[in-house]
């Protein structure tokens, strides 16, 4: 069996402020990171150049947000530099393409 790795202290202080942000904190026994009212919020962090959003992800995240009645959502955070971080709140949906 895998292991899961362990998210960086930078990683869990991100995971932090987007709960202060958002007044969540204490739901800690769901699947995702974070679970407000109608939102599961599945958050992410790098101090890298970006951070690459993979189908899987997106997978997960939408099927453990459903299977709770909730909306998915992803926060991403990526350092800019000692004082900045930029963050992406991601609303995920998934629409059907029409056959013509």
Same mark, same amino acid.
């Given at each position: 069996?895998? $292991?899961?790795?362990?998210? !960086?202290? =930078? /990683? ?16 800690? #026994? =769901? ?9 599961? *919020?599945?958050?992410?962090? =790098?101090?890298? $150049? /970006?951070?690459? *959003? !993979? @189908?899987?992800? @997106?997978? $997960? =995240?939408?099927?453990?947000? @459903?299977?709770?009645? $909730? ?6 955070? *990526? ?9 992406? #709140?991601? #609303? ?9």
């Amino acid at each position: 069996m895998k $292991k899961k790795p362990r998210k !960086s202290n =930078t /990683g869990l202080n991100f995971e932090k402020q987007v709960q202060r942000s958002i007044g969540s904190g204490r739901f800690w #026994h =769901t699947p995702l990171d974070i679970n407000y009212e109608d939102f599961c *919020i599945e958050s992410k962090y =790098t101090d890298g $150049k /970006g951070y690459r *959003i !993979s @189908l899987e992800l @997106l997978e $997960k =995240t939408w099927g453990e947000a @459903l299977s709770m009645n $909730k909306e998915p959502m992803l926060i991403v955070g *990526i350092k800019r530099n000692d004082n900045q971080i930029f963050t992406l #709140h991601c #609303h995920i949906q998934l629409e059907r393409k029409e056959n013509k």
